[in-house]
């Protein structure tokens, strides 16, 4: 479960981390989100790193489910 802290985390995230959180929470590896956002991998790893970091979220699960809370994703 996700603390109530956590909430005001979402609305300090960056567009460019919402884009990457979109596409790890639709299962797209490192790889595939640098293809789609014509970035490095590097840059999309440094994204989910800061992601993880800001959010206190440690596994992409996690990230998925907090992407789905927030009205990111969902699962369909």
Known sequence: NL???SEPAASALTP????????V???LSN?????????SVRTVE???E?????LKIRSVARLTKFAIRIGLSSLE
């Open 3 to 5: 603390a109530p802290s």
């Open 16 to 23: 460019g981390e919402r884009k990457i959180l979109i596409r």
């Open 25 to 27: 929470a639709d299962g």
């Open 31 to 39: 790889k595939e989100i640098a293809a789609a956002l014509e970035m």
């Open 46 to 48: 440094k994204y989910r």
């Open 50 to 54: 800061s992601l993880m970091a800001k």
